[in-house]
């Protein structure tokens, strides 16, 4: 199966602090991507869709670099309660199936 | 709108029992998947069904492994004989068709 591969992390950072995550996938074939949150011991939720032209959430921002094969997840104003997990998902046509990349921590302290 | 639902939530089997997993997924979504996650590991694929049909199932062990999603009930996932190193959280997640899954609380799998 095709990899995603995350930096592992942890991302310790304060509390006000902009942080980015990059992922890589190895399909090129891959047509969706997504970004999840899991926190400990809890399921994954999707945190947003990632599409080709970028996307914003508040303060979330997903990009997607199809020449390089990598998106990017750029979180601004970090709180306490965005320590998590942060999951890479991509999917690609065919039989679709979601293929999660392993994960960053991410740790905002006061 | 019910989310993807799971059953049980916790189970405890002894090594050599069967244990059988239940999801629900959400309604109007007609595609499930199986993925297990090991204490400090990422998520692994195991099985994608649609109803009365296994799509991809190559992220399943051989043996003991099966799954099933039936016309009617939810989808099951069956560990027979069961060992240690099956214990861990079992998820299952749907969705309607290519977009995004949705996750159920899991199904945390210990085995004495």
């Known amino acids: 199966r095709k990899e995603v591969e995350q930096d592992p992390g942890p991302f310790n950072v304060p509390e006000g602090a902009t942080v980015a995550f990059n992922c890589t996938y190895s399909?090129?074939?891959?047509?969706?991507f997504f970004w999840y949150r899991q926190d400990c011991r809890k399921e994954p939720k999707l945190l947003m869709s990632?599409?080709?032209s970028g996307n914003e959430d508040g303060r979330f921002t997903a990009q997607l670099n199809r020449a390089s094969q990598y998106i990017s997840l750029l979180i601004r104003d970090s709180k306490l309660s965005d320590s998590a997990t942060y999951l890479c998902?991509?999917?690609?046509?065919?039989?679709?199936?979601?293929?999660f990349g392993r994960g960053t921590s991410l740790i905002v302290h006061p | 709108n019910a989310g993807v639902m799971q059953n049980p939530r916790h189970l405890v089997r002894r090594r050599g029992q069967e244990a059988r997993l239940r999801c629900s997924p959400m309604?109007?979504?007609?595609?499930v998947y199986w993925y297990r996650q090991l204490p400090e590991e990422g998520l692994k694929f195991m099985v994608y069904?649609?109803?009365?049909?296994?799509?991809?199932e190559s992220g399943m062990p051989k043996e003991r492994f099966s799954a099933e999603f039936p016309k009617e009930g939810p989808s099951i996932l069956r560990i027979q004989q069961v060992v240690r190193g099956d214990s861990a959280a079992y998820f299952c997640?749907?969705?309607?068709?290519?977009?995004?899954?949705?996750f159920g609380q899991g199904t945390r799998l210990t085995v004495v």
């Open positions: 997640a749907s969705s309607p068709a290519t977009g995004e899954a949705f």
């Open positions: 399909n090129s074939a891959s047509q969706s």
């Open positions: 990632v599409y080709s």
């Open positions: 998902v991509e999917a690609s046509g065919g039989s679709y199936i979601p293929t």
């Open positions: 309604k109007g979504h007609s595609h």
């Open positions: 069904l649609q109803k009365e049909n296994i799509i991809d």
